[in-house]
């Protein structure tokens, strides 16, 4: 359970406080209201862009690194498809001068053609070291256009290209930070060895000043239910060929999403689950395989993702893979099994509160989908999914006609490669 209270400043600026005074530290995270999904879709990768030009000064502090640093701090950001999240920690006793800083580049982050063109060198870099130049790095490039037609999800995180970034002028970027980037579009959480008492104080000493801004209405399209498989192919320079099934599911907060993540979990997490049981250990198709969920505020995606052993096509690799899919459109899981990946579940919510920053992230991620408190009820919720539940979802999840698939092949033969990790899109 992790206890904390609530206020908001006149401004609009929503706050948390968590209470922890077993530890010296003292956390500050401030979630703003906007990720690449309410980007322009001519203009793409702009909340990202941001991230890098928040840590490049402000009008009255240069340099946002060094203050911190002199005072024992360190601080970092991400930014995913619905929210960008800047977050530092340090001691207790310094907490002020986070507070300075945060406040005043919220206030006035400095627009210079100078740290623009240096922001935008990085992220295009980025863009080509870990999207374009990587093996399988424009897998999201491809199947994030294939599964959604009409959301914003379409595009990636980093954008839909790199002329994106690379032609960005000082005015687009300057409305990009009108729009989102005030008080009444961010969350602040304020954790450990600290006092409600204090922390409002504080917070109204620096950020109460600042103008509100006009609230963020989101009004995007949704996606249509999908009716028909969606089918791509990929022949590139990579060690393996590679199989990758994405199917919508529920969002973060709606009905149905628990019993879509236990469904991934009992496919795809770790080795005792029904994939690497069957096609790893059993049936040797894979040199690694996983299904997880994108856990995405509004309607996302399970994926299902694996790197095929040389001398297995991907065509009987994925038939292995539909008939795993199949069998469990067709039965309830035993008890027992589904049980199983719920203690798992269970345990990755304990362990996610270990962590003093890690509770001030989930309290704004939790009052972002409308409740601060929903991070203590995702026990409740895990533990609330029954046999029924699951094959409902996976009856309504895997439907073949819910299905985008891409092939990956290897344009080459080259040695089997050590498992690797689930397919995860990049944030930073």
């Keep these: 359970m992790i206890h904390f209270e609530e206020f908001t400043l006149e401004n609009g600026l929503r706050c948390i406080v968590h209470e922890d005074h077993s530890t010296p530290m003292a956390v500050l995270n401030v979630l703003y209201n906007v990720g690449s999904r309410d980007e322009d879709p001519a203009h793409t990768g702009f909340a990202h862009l941001f991230e890098h030009l928040m840590f490049s000064g402000s009008v009255n502090i240069p340099s946002y690194d060094e203050p911190l640093q002199l005072v024992g701090g360190e601080n970092n950001a991400f930014t995913s498809p619905d929210i960008t999240n800047y977050y530092l920690t340090l001691p207790a006793a310094n907490l002020e001068t986070g507070f300075w800083l945060e406040s005043d580049r919220m206030l006035n982050l400095a627009f210079s053609e100078n740290g623009l063109e240096v922001q935008r060198k990085v992220v295009v870099e980025e863009f080509k070291q870990n999207y374009l130049n990587q093996p399988y790095g424009d897998v999201w490039l491809k199947l994030r256009p ?30 990009f930070f009108a729009k989102h980037y005030s008080p009444s579009n961010a969350i602040l959480v304020v954790a450990g060895d600290v006092t409600v008492a204090e922390a409002q104080r504080l917070a109204e000493k620096w950020f109460g000043p600042i103008s509100g801004g006009t609230r963020y209405e989101r009004q995007l399209p949704r996606e249509p239910r999908q009716t028909e498989a969606r089918h791509l192919e990929v022949t590139a320079e990579v060690p393996l060929s590679a199989l990758y099934k994405v199917y919508h599911i529920p969002g973060r907060a709606e009905e149905g999403y628990y019993a879509a993540d236990l469904l991934s979990d009992l496919l795809g997490r770790g080795k005792s689950s029904r994939l690497y049981q069957q096609l790893v250990k059993e049936t040797p198709l894979f040199n690694s395989i996983s299904a997880s969920v994108m856990g995405s505020f509004e309607p996302g995606l399970l994926v299902v993702s694996g790197k095929l052993n040389n001398g297995v096509t991907i065509e009987e690799a994925d038939a292995a893979v539909e008939a795993v899919l199949a069998e ?101």
């Excluded at 920053?357 to 972002?368: C, D, I, T, V, Y």
């Excluded at 919720?381 to 990956?408: G, I, M, W």
């Design 146 to 175: 294939l599964a959604y037609q009409h959301h914003p999800y379409q595009w990636a995180t980093i954008g839909k290209e790199v002329s994106h970034i690379e032609d960005a002028t000082m005015q687009q970027v300057r409305d």
């Design 328 to 428: 469990l459109r067709a039965t309830e899981v035993p008890t027992a099994e589904l049980e199983k990946v719920k203690n798992q579940a269970e345990a990755s919510i304990v362990f996610s509160e270990i962590e003093l920053l890690n509770r001030a992230m989930n309290l704004a991620f939790s009052k972002l989908l409308g409740n601060a408190d929903l991070v203590n009820q995702e026990s409740a919720k895990v533990q609330a999914v029954t046999p029924t539940h699951v094959l409902a979802a996976a009856q309504e999840v895997l439907r073949p006609d819910n299905c985008s698939t891409l092939f990956y092949r290897a344009a080459s033969a080259a040695t089997t490669l050590p498992a690797e990790p689930e397919l995860v899109e990049l944030a930073n």
